[in-house]
């Protein structure tokens, strides 16, 4: 028996394609031996995020790139450097920060292509593998350190960076922590969790501390991945991608599912990024083609730091 309606269904469109002067089909990184492809991935895109002049960033894990995408479909490699670039977000500033697998959390400076450390350690200890980032509106970035966390080692980890440089651990018992991001209200974190299948939420209580009550928002069905990157529309309808599977899972407030998103590529949708002239338009790294994909929503996307 069905505990919900079926959610409503939305296709997706192409909107971009990396071209294949960027793509590398010879080359076979670490990152690509060591997350168990069985091929050569030419591109693996992931962290799309979009600037004030409506260019759209993305990176390219195995290579080390952060890649620019003009509104009519132009790339262009904005950086390239010894890393493994995953989730990237722009601060109000305009400059970029980027969650590295390899580094810790990196930064960019769009007008130089410089690349510099932001905080790559605790105290004298290197982060195990920074996966995703979300920055809250008064400047805290709070990120995921993922490394090799799964049922049977859950030590993944979520911590909160204040601007003034305080790093506080939020919680050390992840089960592959992944894409994140704030309620409206922002006094609650939703992490997915990849190997668990599960969207947890994280109160924050306004002292501070301790994190009591931490809790699961939602189940996935499972299947060969699970929740990557996540988003939030201004009715604070979360909205989750399934990689593996194909689609992107779009739960209301109390959890009730509203709508899927259904790839029109590959199974890899691995994050997004609301954009177009009303904000309405959500824009899909599948990152098995390298193609970015659209969808028309119902609903306005949240406006992010980088817009405030």
Not at 26 to 37: I, K, P, V
Not at 40 to 46: A, G, I, Y
Not at 214 to 222: A, D, E, K, R, T
Request: glycine share 12%; hydrophobic share 35%; aromatic share 10%.
């Amino acid at each position: 028996m069905s505990l919900f309606p079926p959610p409503q269904e939305i296709e997706t469109e192409v909107a971009f394609e990396l071209p294949i002067a960027l793509r590398k089909p010879e080359t076979y990184s670490d990152w690509g031996h060591n997350n168990q492809f069985g091929h050569k991935p030419d591109s693996f895109l992931e962290g799309p995020s979009f600037d004030r002049d409506g260019n759209l960033w993305v990176v390219n894990i195995p290579f080390g790139q952060v890649l620019r995408v003009t509104a009519d479909g132009a790339w262009d490699v904005a950086a390239e450097y010894n890393g493994n670039p995953n989730g990237l977000k722009i601060r109000n500033d305009g400059q970029i920060f980027i969650a590295d697998y390899k580094n810790g959390i990196m930064q960019l400076d769009p007008a130089t292509g410089a690349i510099s450390e932001h905080r790559t350690r605790i105290r004298t200890e290197p982060f195990r593998g920074c996966n995703d980032l979300h920055f809250a509106s008064n400047g805290d970035l709070y990120f995921t350190d993922q490394g090799q966390s799964d049922m049977q080692r859950p030590d993944g980890r979520v911590f909160r960076l204040t601007p003034s440089g305080e790093l506080e651990c939020l919680i050390d018992c992840g089960v592959s922590p992944n894409g994140l991001v704030l309620n409206r209200t922002e006094n609650l974190l939703f992490v997915g969790m990849t190997r668990a299948c599960q969207v947890w939420h994280i109160p924050l209580p306004p002292d501070g501390g301790p994190y009591y009550k931490i809790g699961v928002f939602q189940n996935l069905s499972g299947g060969p991945g699970g929740p990557d990157g996540m988003c939030l529309d201004d009715e604070g309808n979360l909205y989750v991608t399934h990689v593996g599977l194909g689609v992107i899972w779009v739960f209301g407030p109390t959890g009730v599912p509203r709508y899927r998103i259904n790839s029109c590529r590959g199974a890899k949708m691995t994050n997004m990024a609301f954009g177009g002239d009303e904000n309405r338009t959500l824009y899909i790294t599948e990152s098995d083609s390298g193609s970015i994909l659209k969808a028309e929503m119902p609903h306005v996307g949240r406006t992010m730091f980088s817009h405030l």
